[in-house]
């Protein structure tokens, strides 16, 4: 069975900082990622995939993340953050054919001054 | 285009009472979900679909019914509505892929209702 589990439910870092969130998978099959950001109040919105076209995925809002099978993770980073980039944050692995997505638990990003 | 489009945004329901939030998507995709967010657990599979007419469990598919009878609407039924059905609502929706080249295709979220039962 494939799960997810993401490292760390609050993450706090100063604007300008580095941002990492931390996410691994278990999968027995080659697995297809995905970080989506929940701003308040809203759905979810897609910022990046990983699809093995490429080890290294560059997303919106200046993310990206890096797929390392021997590690099973797919961590999140962006070099400075942003204010407007504090919100809940989901890792997810396709499941069944990638028909099904399996989320983690959420990561909850806050930006202060 | 509206993209995935949830109705009610808000509803309070008493324990037993029913209720249907309907899914509708503009997309002409084939794929639709119900998930529910729970703080803590993330989302979780109630129902999907994966065709007009077609429907399947999830993962928490118990005190949950749903119907697929037009490609653009999924509906999701609670029969008699209990606290612990007390979330938030999200519909997904996503296109089937149609070879390598058109990659993974993502799942494409609605805003979500927010559901209390007392």
């Known amino acids: 069975a494939q799960s997810v589990t993401q490292l760390g439910s609050h993450v706090s870092v100063s604007e300008g900082a580095l941002v990492l969130l931390r996410c691994n998978y278990s999968?027995?099959?080659?697995?297809?990622l995905f970080w989506y950001v929940q701003y308040p109040n809203q759905g979810l919105q897609l910022l990046l995939k990983?699809?093995?076209?490429?080890?290294l995925v560059k997303g919106i809002n200046g993310f990206e993340a890096e797929f390392k099978k021997s590690e099973t993770s797919f961590h999140l980073t962006k070099p400075s953050a942003h204010m407007s980039d504090a919100a809940e944050y989901f890792c997810?692995?396709?499941?069944?054919?990638?028909?099904?997505?399996?989320f983690g638990a959420g990561t909850r990003l806050a930006v202060h001054p | 285009n509206a993209g995935v489009t949830q109705t009610p945004k808000f509803r309070v329901l008493k324990t037993g009472q029913s209720m249907t939030l309907l899914c509708a998507q503009d997309?002409?995709?084939?794929?639709m979900y119900w998930y529910r967010q729970d703080p803590g657990m993330g989302l979780r599979l109630i129902h999907y679909?994966?065709?007009?007419?077609?429907?399947a469990k999830g993962e928490v598919p118990d005190g949950y019914n749903v119907s697929r009878l037009k490609k653009q609407n999924f509906l999701l039924g609670l029969e008699s509505a209990a606290p612990s059905q007390t979330s938030v609502y999200f519909c997904?929706?996503?296109?089937?892929?149609?070879?390598?080249?058109?990659?993974?295709?993502?799942?494409?979220f609605g805003p979500g209702t927010r559901l209390t039962v007392l």
């Open positions: 997904a929706s996503k296109y089937t892929a149609g070879g390598e080249d058109l990659g993974v295709p993502e799942q494409f």
């Open positions: 997309m002409n995709h084939e794929y």
């Open positions: 997810a692995v396709g499941s069944g054919g990638y028909n099904k997505l399996i």
């Open positions: 999968s027995s099959v080659p697995p297809y």
């Open positions: 679909s994966v065709g007009e007419g077609t429907t």
């Open positions: 990983y699809t093995s076209a490429a080890t």
